[in-house]
C-alpha cells in the first residue's frame, strides 16, 4: 500500500471518529436544553457528567488529526488541513471519497448552530434562576440606576451630580 493510499485510509477512519463524536456531542447538548427547559438538577448533573469524557474524546480527535498532518507533511503531501491534503489526493477523484467530507463538514455545521442555541437557552435559563431568586430575596424591587440614592438633584450613581 503505497503512502497516499495509506493517507486516504487514515483520513476516511478520522473521519468516522469525527462523525461519531460529533454525534455525542450532538446528544450532548440537547441533554443540556433539556435540562435548561425542564430546569431538571438530575439531568444538568448527567450533563456534566458526561462533560469530561465528551472533552478527552475532542482531545483524542484533534490528536489524531495532528498526527495525521504531520505524517502527510513528512511524506511530502501538502497537510495545511484535512481539507487540503484530501483534495492533493487521488482518492478525491471519487465521490465517495468527497461525499463523506462534505458529510462532516455539514455535520459539524449544524453542532456549531445546536452549540450557539444552547449557549443562548442555558445562557436564559440562568438570567431567569438569578431573576427568580432576586425577587424571592428582596420581593422584586429595583431601584434605577439614575436614581441610586433616591434624589433626584440631576445626578445619580452614573452621573456626579455637579454634571
Do not use: C
Amino acid at each position: 500500500m503505497d503512502i497516499a493510499d495509506q493517507l486516504t485510509t487514515r483520513i476516511e477512519n478520522y473521519l468516522f471518529q469525527v462523525a461519531e463524536t460529533s454525534h455525542r456531542w450532538s446528544e450532548w447538548l440537547q441533554l443540556g436544553e433539556s435540562a435548561g427547559i425542564a430546569l431538571d438538577r438530575s439531568l444538568f448533573a448527567t450533563f456534566e457528567q458526561q462533560s469530561p469524557e465528551l472533552t478527552a474524546a475532542l482531545q483524542n480527535l484533534t490528536e489524531h488529526r495532528q498526527e495525521l498532518l504531520s505524517a502527510a507533511a513528512e511524506a511530502g503531501w501538502p497537510a495545511h488541513n484535512i481539507q487540503t491534503l484530501a483534495r492533493s489526493l487521488p482518492a478525491w477523484k471519487q465521490v465517495d471519497f468527497r461525499s463523506a467530507i462534505e458529510a462532516v463538514r455539514q455535520q459539524l455545521s449544524q453542532l456549531r448552530r445546536m452549540h450557539v442555541a444552547a449557549f443562548i437557552l442555558l445562557h436564559q435559563s440562568l438570567q431567569q434562576s438569578r431573576e427568580t431568586m432576586r425577587l424571592l430575596s428582596t420581593g422584586g424591587g429595583q431601584t434605577p440606576v439614575y436614581y441610586g440614592n433616591d434624589s433626584l438633584d440631576g445626578g445619580g450613581q452614573l452621573l456626579d451630580a455637579a454634571l
